[in-house]
């Protein structure tokens, strides 16, 4: 069966400090997706990333960058000089499918707060 | 390019009674999914609609019940609800190739 780990419930940082939110999966499938999404106060999951487990390049997209290990099943994601609107709740989510349009598994989320 | 929108915004309702929820997908998408997010927990998936058929479903009741229409918009229904149906709902959309989507959400109240 499909399982998304996020162990850190809530973390708490100031402003320009880095942070990593880590995310766990398990899976029997060869072929899957990775995802995570960010969920501010409004409500709305804001999709960041989507990567297919064929791929497992470190990707950047400014401060925001991903770490994908296979041989961990880890899917870790570094916020470089965290903002105060970084803060919101993040969640990772796995899809067994090729095309990644299949259902979501995701973790129970990551509560960052970003203290001014 | 407007993105998922659904509607209503809030609602609230009394336990027994039914509710219609919609949902328009992201233009060029054709598959539309429902998930169920309890008050701080992560969503969970409800089910998925893609040329107007339910094509999985997840671990919920038959009173949670869906249709897609020929333009990929979708209703979810809920019947006889229940106070632990209280949550929001949130619809995604997509299509192959393409990660999910999500709109604002519904955030359901059921007293």
């Known amino acids: 069966a499909q399982k998304v780990t996020q162990a850190q419930t809530e973390i708490s940082v100031v402003e320009k400090e880095d942070v990593t939110l880590d995310c766990v999966y398990e899976?029997?499938?060869?072929?899957?997706?990775l995802f995570w999404y960010k969920q501010p106060p409004s409500g709305e999951l804001v999709f960041l990333i989507r990567?297919?487990?064929?791929?497992?390049q470190n990707e950047i997209s400014g401060r925001y960058s991903w770490n994908f290990q296979k041989s961990t099943s880890s899917f870790n994601f570094t916020i470089t000089a965290s903002q105060v609107v970084d803060s919101a709740v993040y969640f990772c989510?796995?899809?067994?499918?090729?095309?990644?349009?299949?259902?979501?598994?995701f973790g129970k989320g990551t509560k960052l707060t970003v203290n001014p | 390019d407007a993105g998922v929108t659904q509607s209503p915004t809030h609602l609230i309702k009394t336990r027994g009674q039914q509710v219609t929820l919609r949902c328009s997908p992201k233009?060029?998408?054709?598959?539309v999914s429902w998930y169920q997010q309890a008050l701080g927990q992560g969503p969970q998936f409800i089910f998925q609609?893609?040329?107007?058929?339910?094509?999985q479903r997840g671990n919920f009741p038959d009173r949670f019940s869906g249709h897609q229409f020929p333009n990929y918009s979708s209703e979810l229904n809920v019947n006889a609800l229940l106070l632990g149906d209280s949550a929001l709902y949130l619809c995604?959309?997509?299509?192959?190739?393409?990660?999910?989507?999500f709109g604002n959400g519904t955030r359901l109240t059921v007293t």
């Open positions: 995604a959309s997509s299509a192959q190739g393409t990660g999910p989507h």
């Open positions: 899976t029997r499938d060869t072929t899957y997706y």
């Open positions: 990567r297919n487990s064929f791929d497992e």
């Open positions: 989510a796995l899809s067994e499918s090729q095309g990644g349009s299949e259902k979501l598994v």
């Open positions: 233009s060029g998408h054709d598959t």
């Open positions: 609609y893609y040329e107007e058929e339910e094509r």
